[in-house]
């Protein structure tokens, strides 16, 4: 975890033969939110993804590179006051050339919060 304790897994489910879907919490309380913003927290995008790449190599069983971002759509704000619960979704496909191509859903209560593909190169 590059972030010590900056968020853990509640829980992890299998859902199909590529997808997963992880409960996460996120400490309100964590170092980044006093510059990300000062009695405002929000929940930096880079900081997502790097959670995102985290629970894959976790489902991997890999370490990853992080090679193409596609389809980046950050559509609402996670504030960790008010909802630091999150489901991950996760859609894992390993490719010839070790290569690992994720789709992601990430959300709050029934509101999505990103949505992105990516491709990691296995290490």
Do not use: W
């Amino acid at each position: 975890m590059v972030l010590k304790d900056f968020y853990k897994v509640l829980s992890e489910e299998k859902t199909g033969d590529t997808k997963y879907n992880f409960r996460i919490l996120v400490n309100a309380k964590h170092e980044v939110f006093n510059g990300h913003f000062p009695g405002n927290p929000i929940m930096p995008g880079v900081c997502m993804i790097q959670i995102i790449k985290e629970l894959t190599e976790s489902v991997t069983k890999s370490s990853l590179l992080i090679q193409t971002l596609t389809n980046v759509k950050f559509m609402a704000l996670i504030n960790p006051d008010l909802t630091p619960e999150l489901v991950v979704e996760l859609d894992i496909t390993n490719t010839e050339d070790d290569l690992v191509k994720v789709k992601n859903t990430t959300y709050f209560n029934e509101t999505i919060a990103l949505k992105l593909s990516n491709v990691y190169k296995k290490l």
